[in-house]
Each structure stands twice: as structure tokens, then as C-alpha cells.
């Protein structure tokens, strides 16, 4: 359909119902784009098996893709309808009036994926960005990169570049709904966006960011007051913060959007150009606060993401068996000192070797660790007990899984043992049988739990013995949770959130969360009501849980705001 032109007069308030209108669009397209992926990934199979999949799996695979498809054209529509909506309030019917929507042009669904890609930072840190705030970046992808400060530096000034080059193209998807042909738009949109505008936006974008920092700080200053004050609920006030700041999220995504789609556009003489904004009433500036604070206090509650009641204090588990520094990870060295923690848990990871045994190690490539470019699943277990392991100074030798709970028995240490599989015994059950002749009694016997990313492998073990607690590893939240008669799910603590939480409690299963290493998020995790959390800090995390369990909520609320996993 042509693009028509607003009324030529402004009606009196009309830009006043501007944030109104994006706002509830935000909220709405991001809860749909957000149900449809959730029913898509419920309906997508396991891709094992594929050549004896029925029927059934085939179906559910195209309506699952047909769901993806879904959300990505109307992301493609909406792109284009935000242009439509804010060329119709700045410009009068000359330049833009022949726009109309192109539904499958290429052109446009490779800018629109430009701008998915150029919006993905923004809605890491909290923007309510449409159809960018699904995708979510877990820390353990992050943390590999904190550390390394030039690797920091060379990532902000490529991301720098790309938006600069984001904002000189800015105008080549409404020059396209205009009729121009894609490198024609392309020409159009570099000649006509100015450098001036350009830093103009990016001016806007740092304003906009460090407005957003000075009221984080605010919103922490005030909860860590409120924890020390014994006649206010921490939990409520937190709660009530979590939906201000909400709010105030999508008002800073509003002007965001405000600016990219409607300032970019240079003001020439036969534009509308109002010289004098018109004065916003009390009433309408009072009825844009209100609707904003709605729109956050929405979001919280479809997103279930308020902080629970408590109703549990979480288990602790050593992650690869280390309290910080204090040895190889997975070695003897590290169980031994580790013990003294007195963890709930040691948690490990053993691989399958060439010989039919079990070796404690991380890393199928033990290239990083001991030097030789070996695979476990190739190599003896008795060549792989002579090689070194080296690890931040520290030295140990590789044992067997044997070895290890033997020292950990004699400990009255509990044991989390992670099946590692490669990809050749992924469909097999030798590995299966050959770990429950050896190991499964003695396991059972000592009250050890089992878990690992292979579901097959965890869903064999239960069959054959069902009363070994057994767990599936889900390396990202997608709140579709992989069904069976597992006992627990371990799940990437920062992707976590609390509905997902509730999800699993209601299936009366257990929920642990890994790896947690900062305080802040485990103080996060401490009030999240997960059943156990998996770090390489045992005692640090010890030391948290045993403080007053008031005190975590402004650590907690901090997390949420530097790290918001909200989806909508």
C-alpha cells in the first residue's frame, strides 16, 4: 500500500502519544517474537538419528522453521513501519511519499539484518531493542575476553566503526521503499548523511549511555540503603527498583529509536520543521510518565523476573574440583585442598579413553594442559597417567576417574561427575555400559550425581540404573527444556532467569547454575531460589551464603541492571 501522509495540521498532543504508541509496540512485538521462539524450540528435534526420524519430527522441524521465519519477516516489517511512523511525523508528502512496504526485497532483509547485528550490544546491556533482545550473549562467551585489555580495545573501535558505517547507511532502507533499486539507495544514503549528523547520533547514543549509568548508580546507592534500614522489606523495594529501571530502559530505548529514525533525516525547506516545539502539559507529561512506568511494570511481569521469596539456601559445588588457584583443575592436588572447603559438592569431568577406562580431564585436546596434541578418546589411560598437566604455575599428574573418587571416598567428599563424549561414542552405548560396570555401584553407594551436555548418554545410565540422580547440561537458557526423567538441569548462570526457576521447580526437579565466580553474581544467584550453584570459589561463595540473607539485594538488583537478560 502507498505510504499516506499524516494530517498537514499537527493535532495538539498528537507527538505527545509518540512514546505511548512505540512503547506498547516494544513490549507487544518482543513478548510475541519471544512466545514464537519459545514454541519453536520446543518443537525443533534433536538432530540424532535424522535418517530414521517419523514423520512427526519432520513436521515439527518446518513448523518450527516457519516460526523462525515468521519472527524474522515481521522484525523486516516493523523496520520498515518505524520509518514510516516517523517520516509521517517530520516530513510533509514530497520525498518520501511514493515509500511502501517491500516485503521479500533482498536489499532490505540484508540492511535489516545489518541493524540486528549493529543493535545486539545495545540490547546486552539493557535496550529494548526489537527481535535483538532474544539474542543474548552468556557470560562464559564474554569472559574469555575480559582480562585482555587491548583485545577490549580493538573490539569497542571495531564496533565503533561498524555503527559509524551503521548511521552512513542509514537511509537505504527507506530509499529502497521509495522505489530506488538497492546500490542505487546505497549511493543515496552515503552522499546524504553528513559526518555532522553522524557524530550528532553518536553524541546521542553516549549521552544516552552514560545517562543510563548515572541512574544505575543511583538505583544501587538507594537499595543498599534500604538493606540496612530493618523497617523496609529489601525484597519488595528491590522489586519496586527493578520496575522503575525497567521503565527507564524503555524510555532511553524510545529516544534511541526517536533519534536514529526520525533526526538522522536532514531538515530541508520543504519539510515539516517546527522551529518552536510546542509546551507538553503537566497532564501529558504526567500521562507519558505513567504509561512508561506501566510499560515497565508490564515487562516485569510477563517476564516473571521479580526477585522470589525465598524458600531455600543453595548447595555448593566446586567447579573442576578448584578453590581459586589452589592446583590443576581435576587433579588430586586441587581435591585434596579443596576438601577442606567442605563443598556440598566437588564437581569433575571425565572422558572416555581409547582402552575403555575413565580419565579425569576437561579438554578432549589436552594441547593446552600437557603440551601434546592428543585426544583422550585416542590415547591409553595408561599414557595418558604419564603425561604432566601444567596450570598457572601449578604441576599434576592426569589420574583416573578411579583414582579420584577412591581419594574423594576417603574424604567423605560427594561427587558431580561430568560425562564428556566425543562426537564418535555420541550415539553408542558402550560408553554407557562400561561406566555403570565400573563405576555406577560405587556411585550410587556414596550419593554422587552424574550430568553431561549428552542427553542420550544421561537418559541410558537412568534406564539401566534409575536410582543414580542424573542431570542434562543446558549450556544457554532458552526456557525449552529438553524433556525426560533426568533429576536436575545444570544451566549457564547468566542466561538464568526466574521464570525459568519456577519452570523447573514445578516439574519438582532441582535447578543448578554454573559457573558463578564474582560475588555479585553470586549474591544474584543466592536470592534467585536455585538449588545449587557451581563455582571455582567454593569458599568465597560459602562466605556469602553465610552472611544475613538481607544484605544480598543490592548486590543482586546491581547484576540485574549491568546484565539484563529480560527479554521484553
Known amino acids: 500500500m502507498p505510504f499516506r501522509q499524516a494530517h498537514k495540521r499537527k493535532i495538539p498532543g498528537s507527538m ?12 507487544v512485538f518482543n513478548w510475541l517474537a519471544n512466545f514464537l521462539f519459545q514454541f519453536a524450540n520446543q518443537l525443533m528435534p534433536q538432530i540424532d538419528h535424522i535418517l530414521s526420524w517419523p514423520l512427526s519430527n519432520w513436521l515439527n522441524l518446518f513448523l518450527g522453521l516457519a516460526c523462525y521465519i515468521l519472527i524474522w519477516l515481521a522484525f523486516v516489517w516493523s523496520i520498515q513501519l518505524f520509518f514510516f511512523y516517523f517520516l509521517a511525523i517530520k516530513h510533509r508528502n514530497t520525498r518520501w511519499s511514493g515509500m511502501r512496504l517491500r516485503y521479500f526485497h533482498p536489499g532490505l532483509h540484508m540492511m535489516c539484518l545489518w541493524l540486528l547485528l549493529a543493535a545486539l550490544p545495545l540490547a546486552n546491556i539493557g535496550y529494548k531493542l526489537p527481535l535483538a533482545t532474544l539474542i543474548k550473549l552468556p557470560d562464559f562467551i564474554i569472559q574469555p575476553f575480559a582480562g585482555n585489555i587491548f583485545l577490549i580495545a580493538a573490539i569497542l573501535l571495531g564496533l565503533i566503526c561498524f555503527w559509524l558505517f ?13 522505489g530506488q533499486s538497492f546500490f ?23 549521552i544516552n549511555v552514560i545517562v543510563l549509568s548515572v541512574i544505575t ?7 543498599t540503603l534500604v538493606d540496612h534500614l530493618v ?10 527498583l527493578m520496575i522503575l529501571f525497567t521503565a527507564i530502559l ?17 531538515v530541508e525547506n520543504h519539510f515539516l520543521y517546527q522551529k518552536r516545539r510546542p509546551r507538553i502539559s503537566f497532564q501529558q507529561a504526567a500521562a507519558a510518565v505513567l504509561a512508561t512506568v506501566a510499560v515497565g511494570a508490564a515487562s516485569c511481569l510477563l517476564a516473571d523476573n521479580f526477585f522470589p521469596r525465598l524458600d531455600r539456601i543453595p548447595l555448593v559445588i566446586s567447579h573442576k574440583g578448584s578453590n581459586g588457584n589452589n592446583g590443576v583443575p581435576n587433579s588430586l592436588q586441587s581435591l585434596v585442598s579443596t576438601v577442606r572447603v567442605k563443598p556440598d559438592y566437588i564437581e569433575l569431568d571425565v572422558h572416555y579413553t581409547k582402552d575403555h577406562q575413565f580419565v579425569v580431564v576437561h579438554d578432549d585436546n589436552l594441547k593446552t594442559l600437557t603440551g601434546h596434541k592428543l ?65 555406577g555401584s560405587a556411585l550410587l553407594r556414596h550419593g554422587d550425581l552424574l550430568h553431561s551436555l549428552n542427553q542420550n548418554v544421561m ?64 549474591q544474584w544467584l543466592s536470592v534467585m531460589n536455585v538449588d545449587s550453584i557451581i563455582t571455582d570459589y567454593p569458599q568465597r561463595l560459602k562466605s556469602i551464603l553465610a552472611a544475613p540473607r538481607r544484605l544480598s539485594y543490592n548486590q543482586a538488583l546491581l547484576r540485574y541492571m549491568l546484565t539484563i537478560r529480560q527479554v521484553y
Not at 546505497?186 to 553516549?206: A, D, G, N, Q, V
Request: with cysteine.
Open 459 to 522: 537418559r541410558q545410565i537412568h534406564t539401566k540404573q534409575p536410582r543414580l540422580k542424573v542431570g542434562f547440561i543446558v549450556s544457554y537458557n532458552t526456557e525449552s527444556l529438553p524433556g525426560g526423567d533426568n533429576n536436575f538441569y545444570t544451566t549457564e548462570y547468566s542466561t538464568l532467569n526466574n521464570m525459568l526457576v519456577k519452570k523447573i521447580h514445578r516439574q519438582h526437579k532441582r535447578i543448578f547454575a554454573w559457573t558463578a565466580n564474582d560475588r555479585q553474581a553470586m
Open 184 to 206: 542505487q539507495a546505497l549511493r543515496y544514503s552515503w552522499k546524504e548523511m553528513p559526518t555532522k549528523k553522524i557524530l550528532h547520533l553518536c553524541l546521542i547514543l553516549f
Open 217 to 223: 548508580g543511583i538505583v544501587f546507592a538507594v537499595q
Open 250 to 266: 524503555y524510555a532511553a530505548t524510545y529516544e534511541l529509536l526517536k533519534n536514529i529514525f526520525k533526526q538522522s533525516f536532514p
Open 375 to 439: 585426544q583422550a578418546e585416542h590415547v591409553t589411560l595408561k599414557r595418558l597417567k604419564r603425561l604432566t598437566m601444567t596450570y598457572r604455575g601449578h604441576k599434576a599428574k592426569m589420574v583416573s576417574l578411579r583414582e579420584y573418587m577412591n581419594r574423594a571416598q576417603d574424604h567423605q567428599q560427594k561427587l558431580l561427575v561430568e560425562i564428556k563424549t566425543p562426537p564418535m561414542v555420541q550415539q553408542s552405548s558402550t560408553l554407557t555400559k562400561t561406566f555403570l560396570r565400573q563405576y
Open 231 to 240: 523497617f523496609l522489606s529489601a525484597r519488595l523495594f528491590a522489586n519496586s
Open 16 to 27: 505527545d502519544m509518540t512514546i505511548i504508541v512505540i512503547l506498547v509496540f516494544l513490549l
Open 166 to 178: 551503521t548511521i552512513k547507511f542509514l537511509q537505504v532502507i527507506p530509499a529502497v521503499m521509495s
